[in-house]
Every structure is written in C-alpha cells, then in structure tokens.
C-alpha cells in the first residue's frame, strides 16, 4: 500500500495518528467497491448485449445468499468505519488530564493565542508574524514538543476554524460558546496554520504558523513575552467591577445570597427552575453571564440582569476563567 505521506502533509500530532490509516481503509474500500461495480456492470452489458441474446432460461427473479450478502458485509464495514472514527474523534476531542491550556480567538481577521497557565497572549496577524522572524521568534500559535494541549477556541464576531493539517484538526471557532480540541505535538518545526470557514473579504489572510518548540525555548519565549506584556486581564478584579459580588459569594461556604454561591461551582451539576440539570462546564457559565434566564438555577429568581454588551471577549474569557478556578486546586483545569 502506498505510504501515506504521498497522499498527505507529514502527521505530528499523536492524539491524531489514527487518522491517516483510516482514511486509507476508506478510500480502498471505495476503490475496491467501485471496482467491483463497474466490473459486473461491464460483464453484464457485455452477456446480455441485445443481438445476442439467446438465453431461454427463466428469469431469476432473486437471489436470497446475495441479497444478505450485500446487506450484512456493508454493514459491517460501516460498523469498522464508525468505530475507528469515535475513537479517533474522542480522542481528539477530550483533552488528557494536566493538560496544558490555550486558548485560540478568532477574530476579523487574525488569531489571538492565550496561555493562561503563563499569563501570556500571542497575537498572530502578518505585522506580528513578520516582527517575531525579523527577532528569531517562533511564529504564531507557539507549543512544546511532547506536551498533551487543550486548545479551546471562542470568537469575538463570526464563524471561524481553525486548521492545522499537519496536525489533521479543524476545530471552529464558534461565537458565544467555547469548543474544545486536544493534541500533543510530536516533531519540532513549522506548520501552516489556516482559517478554514469562509469569514468575510479577508478570510485567505488568516493565515499563520504553529510553531513547535522544545519546552525549552517554549519557557524561554514565555517568560520573555511576560516581561514585555502588561498581563492579562484579571478575572477576581472584572468581577468586582462589574458587582458580581452584590449577589454572589465566592468564599469556600460561602452563603447564597440573591444569586447562588459560585464556590465550587464548576465540574457541578446544577439542578435548575424548571426541573432539569446542568453540568456547570465553561459554556454554562458564559451563558449564565450572558444570558443569565436562559438557565435559572433552582430555588432562584430570574433576576440577573445580562451582561452582554458589556464585557469584552477578554473581560468575559477572563471571569469564565476566575469563576471556573473558584474551589479548585487545579483551577478547573480539566
Ligand atoms: Cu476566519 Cu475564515
């Protein structure tokens, strides 16, 4: 069988390796189905060419061993096709534990990096690109080598995706809501990282690198970049500029109070006014800050007011970030 990097751009994420070999398996199957078809229809056209036909034997009518035959070997196929690909696209889509984080933005039209862990963002327009070669930098997303990521994406306006070939993901980014992928990089270089989801007039210049480095310079670069930025933007103080704190607690027992105590809220069920339950993961509670009726918790009044308009992506990301950690060692890392 052909090796896959003739068809394909080398494969350096593990979580992925997979992938290839089931593209593979799909496509002989194809090939050797359609090869299968055209040959009994050319052998057909063939016997029972009109001019020649002198067959005198009743028609069959059908055929009981083939007809099961065509039903349950498909099946099975598609059987093998489905399961490899579960295993494949949970693995990509469940981040592994300790997990180091980042958090992609797209945005008309460029990327924003975010590595809370080191309080650091990397933006990656052409300007920002072009500026990190000129000083030897590694371009645009920057990971380590050998290091299992959780990459979760959210956009500040339109629909993007991000495109990593070399890595085989393609995750939108999706307005109002985080998606999560995890991969671990396994070979040091530089990859074409695209936006793949048609995003207005200049949706072909989102485009940029992922760079993997040793964790080494992966440290290095980190520490450099804290030095020159002013750091991110700090969840506890948008929270209490923005008066969560009139009606939330945060401390550990904190008392409810008009709204429910936020202490350990994260990796929680929450049982809600109208009888069902929630699983308090980072998209519930960026809803409950947006659209705060939209999911009331039990035992509350629909009473908080929404806070969209008022905080900016940043803002938002930032509180989600404070509000997940509350109670949490390991800051919700998931
Ligand atoms: Cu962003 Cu296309």
């Known amino acids: 069988m052909f090796k896959n990097e003739f068809w394909f751009p080398e494969s350096v994420n593990s979580m992925a390796s997979g992938i290839d070999d089931l593209f593979m398996f799909i496509l002989w199957v194809s090939v050797i189905s359609m090869g299968l078809i055209l040959g009994v229809m050319a052998w057909f056209a063939y016997k029972y060419r009109a001019g020649n036909y002198t067959n005198t034997e009743p028609f069959t009518t059908h055929h009981f061993k083939l007809e099961l035959a065509w039903t349950v070997i498909p099946t099975i196929i598609l059987m093998i096709i489905w399961y490899w690909g579960t295993v ?6 469940v981040p592994k534990k300790d997990s180091m984080e980042i958090r992609v933005t797209g945005q008309k039209w460029f990327w924003t990096f975010d590595y809370p862990d080191h309080g650091v963002r990397l933006r990656a327009t052409p300007e920002t690109d072009e500026q990190r070669r000129l000083d030897n930098q590694p371009v645009g997303l920057v990971v380590p080598i050998d290091t299992p990521v959780k990459l979760v994406g959210s956009s500040v306006d339109v629909l993007h995706s991000v495109y990593i070939p070399a890595f085989r993901l393609k995750k ?48 290095k670069l980190m520490e ?14 948008v929270f209490a500029s923005s008066g969560c704190a009139g009606c939330h607690t945060v401390a550990p ?81 998931l």
């Open 224 to 237: 450099a970049e804290k030095q020159k930025q002013s750091g991110p933007v700090d969840g506890a103080t």
């Open 88 to 93: 494949d696209y949970v693995a990509m889509s």
């Open 172 to 219: 939108d980014v999706v307005p109002e809501r985080y998606t999560v992928t995890a991969f671990i990089a396994t070979e040091e270089g530089e990859y074409d990282l695209f936006c793949t989801e048609y995003c207005g007039t200049k949706h072909s210049g989102m485009i940029t690198k992922a760079t993997v480095v040793s964790k080494e310079a992966f440290e």
């Open 253 to 333: 027992g904190g008392a409810s109070g008009v709204g429910p105590a936020l202490h350990g809220l994260y990796g929680r069920q929450e049982n809600l006014n109208d009888g069902s339950s929630v699983l308090a993961d980072e998209n519930y509670i960026r809803e409950s800050i947006m659209k705060p009726l939209a999911k009331v918790v039990q035992g509350y009044s629909p009473v908080m007011p929404s806070y969209s308009g008022q905080l900016s992506e940043d803002e938002l990301n930032a509180v989600v970030l404070y509000i997940r950690g509350l109670g949490r060692d390991d800051g919700g890392a």
